[in-house]
């Protein structure tokens, strides 16, 4: 497969939108992923069935940290670097041991994989968990990073090592970390916001919003995510960090309203304390993303929300507001 590019994560939300996309667009894709069980292996499977028919995909699976990566990453033109240990509340607690693991050492070690072969360029998921509470919004990628979470804390720490590997002193790899703020759309994971409302709505059971759901978020549809990290594959960026948001900041209480309205359902909503690790407000400056990507948002909020309740209410076999 000389020539191809490689997905890691790709059993997952994001990667398995990637590759799907990869794949449409003429490429060989070498997919890894390590399956852990933070959510149901069901729900991956079914993200790998299209990919898994393809002749021009080929799945890998094993864990990034202990797997000897250099056969698949040799020719290839871009690794697209999506695996990771998700989750903010999770982060806490004895649970960190698997952050540092998925998130830090993985990504060492990829990294390692990469510059012995000499891959040209790595485009590797961040978060927008790296801000933490920052002062002002929309944050721009030269605000402060102090996190608020575990899970924030590992994602800085790869977005780090991924930059420190595209030194001319370590490798002539080129380095792109794009910083996603709150991505969704259909295959969104099971412990996500939208899910967990939709699924709640549709099943005519409380919604639990912890805060007092004036926070503020900024939610990028996944179609958008995939197209931001299709750009970073030819942008002339080196060793970059950019953020990729949605377009706009909304607050919690205005999304149910559009959950809704996607459903048709009339939500229970019940307010609970705040979680540790809950940024109170994100929001994506992304000047930088069109400057050197050509990147802008293309799917707005309430298009993108329909169209998740939608994947929802097929998968539960529900008739939904589409329908």
């Known amino acids: 497969m000389d020539g191809h590019v490689v997905v890691t994560g790709v059993a997952g939300f994001i990667g398995s939108h990637l590759a799907e996309a990869l794949l449409a667009e003429g490429h060989d894709v070498v997919g890894i992923d390590a399956l852990t069980p933070y959510y149901s292996q069901a729900d991956k499977r079914a993200n790998l069935a299209r990919l898994t028919a393809q002749p021009r ?3 890998v ?8 990566l250099d056969p698949w990453l040799e020719q290839a033109s871009v690794v697209f670097h999506q ?3 998700p989750g903010v509340r999770a982060s806490w607690g004895a649970d960190f041991s698997l952050y540092v693991h998925h998130n830090v050492l993985a990504t060492q070690q990829l990294l390692e994989a990469c510059a012995r072969v000499g891959t040209p360029r790595l485009v590797a998921a961040s978060s927008s968990s790296v801000y933490g509470d920052a002062p002002s919004y929309p944050t721009t990628e030269e605000s402060t990073t102090r996190p608020v979470s575990p899970y924030g804390v590992t994602k800085l720490a790869s977005e780090h090592l991924c930059l420190a590997y595209a030194h001319p002193a370590v490798s002539s790899m080129q380095v792109v970390t794009l910083r996603y703020f709150t991505v969704y759309g259909p295959r969104q994971r099971p412990d996500m916001g939208f899910h967990r409302f939709l699924e709640a709505a549709y099943g005519g059971k409380p919604i639990t919003v912890y805060g007092d759901g004036e926070q503020t ?7 958008d995510v995939v197209r931001a990290n299709l750009l970073a594959m030819t942008a002339p960026i080196h060793a970059e960090a950019v953020n990729i948001g949605g377009g706009r900041q ?3 209480n205005e999304v149910l ?3 809704a309205a996607a459903t048709g359902r009339k939500l229970r909503i019940r307010y609970e304390p705040p979680r540790p690790g809950d940024a109170r407000h994100t929001g994506a400056d992304t000047t930088r993303a069109e400057a050197l990507l050509g990147y802008r948002p293309e799917v707005g909020l309430a298009d993108g929300l329909a169209a998740q ?3 929802q209410a097929e998968r539960g076999g529900i008739a939904s507001r589409r329908g």
């Open 309 to 311: 309740a939608a994947w």
């Open 250 to 252: 909304i607050a919690l």
């Open 61 to 68: 699976t094993g864990d990034l940290a202990v797997l000897y």
């Open 83 to 85: 695996a990771a240990q």
């Open 217 to 223: 978020r900024d939610f990028t549809y996944v179609s």
């Open 257 to 259: 309203d559009l959950i």
């Open 57 to 59: 995909f080929r799945l």
